[in-house]
């Protein structure tokens, strides 16, 4: 009797243990534990995803958190965390604040499957010299451009430009007159067919005059003082405060521009900016209303532009200058051979001195002006510390 009590007892433990067994794997979740830990790249761009899923996947409409992580001196305590909800149908992304030698870290653990890829971000752009577009590839950055009065060795203002350490070559000392960027929406997309623009002048230098087509610019001004002139036609400048009404006169408006004060040129009105400082004139500048004929430029037309183009039998009387008395400093022939030049040295006079541009960061070179966005064979010299002139072969 006893043992048939023992087998009993057995038989029933075996079905309760599968009973339990069964209830156990039946209890499951749906989805496995998915852990994504990722080393983050300095000047990165990334996407971070969902895995799109079935309304009846446990996961549908949950929230995924990632955790960042990133360590430099640049942060308080040298590290900075945060913690993103991602929503079911959304996606982040994201660039990394850290640079060469610095670490980020991205966690997420979830029941539910994250993917991450570099992406490049749509909504950042700004000012890079060439090295640093090469090495940020998280937005649509913009090459900044450096202007230079190319001073000639027998030139009067050569043994000054020397003293103040200038780069110089066999032929020319080089005196900085200031920086031009613009970011449109040919290199900057979200931008559509406003633009942004980074103006900085150098003391006893000018933005030459200049016309905007289609263009009205504002300035914010944040550092120095500056001479900043306009020619506005009448009928142009709102009166009233319902924009119904403008001024009839013909205006020419003088404004010398401090720190934290703003200008603004009306569309298609000829303006020009003069640094009248010891320090750096600097703006931050701001173009809309209408969409550029060309996406690639401002259709910005200079005065030299005009007057550069001009039959010397039509300049010469607008001028009031005499073709026939040589000794005048400017004659109609040498006015017309005055460059479009983006910046003027103040000291210009009637031989003419020549502006060289080029890439921020990067020194003048007279035989080779200009500024070129990087190649890629630039970019992977960059960043394996070669000279830009090595063939890269192994």
């Not at 005009?306 to 040589?326: A, C, F, R």
């Not at 007279?366 to 070669?386: D, F, I, M, V």
């Amino acid at each position: 009797m006893q043992n048939l009590k023992r087998r009993t007892i057995r038989l029933l433990a075996v079905i309760l243990s599968a009973v339990l067994g069964s209830l156990l794997i039946l209890g499951e979740p749906a989805s496995a534990n998915h852990t994504l830990t990722q080393c983050l790249q300095p000047n990165t761009g990334y996407k971070l995803y969902r895995t799109e899923v079935e309304r009846e996947n446990p996961c549908y409409g949950e929230t995924v958190y990632a955790k960042f992580t990133f360590e430099g001196e640049q942060f308080p305590g040298g590290e900075f965390k945060e913690t993103y909800p991602i929503q079911d149908g959304w996606e982040l992304h994201f660039n990394t604040p850290l640079s060469d030698g610095e670490t980020g870290t991205l966690h997420v653990e979830s029941e539910c499957e994250v993917n991450v890829e570099k992406e490049q971000l749509q909504l950042l752009s700004g000012f890079k010299t060439k090295k640093e577009a090469c090495d940020n590839t998280s937005g649509h950055f913009v090459i900044g451009k450096d202007y230079y009065a190319a001073i000639p060795k027998k030139g009067l203002d050569y043994k000054q430009c020397l003293k103040e350490g200038n780069h110089q070559d066999d032929e020319y000392c080089y005196e900085p007159l200031g920086s031009l960027g613009a970011i449109t929406g040919n290199n900057f997309p979200a931008l559509g067919g406003a633009g942004i623009g980074q103006l900085i002048i150098k003391p006893n230098a000018i933005r030459a005059p200049h016309w905007h087509l289609q263009f009205a610019e504002a300035g914010y001004c944040y550092e120095g003082i500056g001479q900043v002139g306009v020619i506005v036609p009448s009928q142009t400048i709102p009166k009233s405060k319902d924009g119904q009404e403008f001024y009839s006169e013909k205006i020419v408006e003088e404004m010398f521009v401090k720190n934290d004060e703003i200008f603004l040129f009306p569309e298609s009105s000829q303006h020009y900016l003069r640094n009248i400082g010891n320090d750096d004139f600097a703006c931050t500048l701001f173009f809309a209303e209408g969409t550029p004929l060309s996406r690639d430029r401002l259709l910005t037309i200079s005065l030299q532009n005009i007057v550069g183009n001009t039959p010397l039998g039509v300049l010469g009387p607008m001028l009031v200058t005499d073709e026939k008395n040589q000794s005048l400093a400017y004659t109609s022939e040498r006015v017309s051979q005055s460059p479009a030049q983006t910046y003027t040295s103040v000291d210009q006079g009637p031989d003419v001195i020549k502006v060289i541009e080029a890439c921020s960061g990067e020194d003048p070179d007279y035989l080779h002006p200009g500024c070129n966005p990087p190649t890629r064979k630039e970019c992977l010299a960059s960043r394996l510390g070669l000279s830009v002139f090595s063939r890269m072969e192994p």
